[in-house]
Nanobody
């Protein structure tokens, strides 16, 4: 399984970005896909996840109402639409995948990881 994340960049506070994660090499209909992030000097934290088969989602409380995770099953791609961005959203964002439909928020349960894409929110 390979995951390729893209879409990061520099954005002003209040702005928007859409991250993409292209997946290949697996039968993703039975997978859960997630986004995690890691800010400098901080531990990696869960951001959002989606069950590919049923579309069930979970979010970090601080991003609820601002971020939306979605999937395009035909293209094996997962998106993270980020609106109303804040400086505290600045981090490297990683996409991750795990076999199974349970939408976990625990990083150690995800078997596959992409390379990360940097999101910087600054004026």
């Amino acid at each position: 399984v390979q995951l390729q994340a893209s879409g990061g960049g520099l954005v002003h506070p209040g702005g928007s970005l859409r991250l993409s994660c292209a997946a290949s090499g697996g039968a993703f209909s039975s997978y859960t896909m997630a986004w995690f992030r890691q800010a400098p000097g901080e531990e990696r934290e869960f951001v959002a996840a989606i069950g590919w088969s049923d579309g069930n989602t979970k979010y970090l409380d601080s991003v609820k109402g601002r971020f939306t995770i979605s999937s395009d099953n035909a293209k094996n791609t997962v998106f993270l639409q980020m609106n109303s961005l804040k400086p505290e959203d600045t981090a490297v964002y990683y996409c991750a995948a795990r076999k199974g439909a349970w939408v976990s928020t625990t990083a150690s349960l995800y078997e596959y990881w992409g390379q990360g894409t940097l999101v910087t929110v600054s004026s």
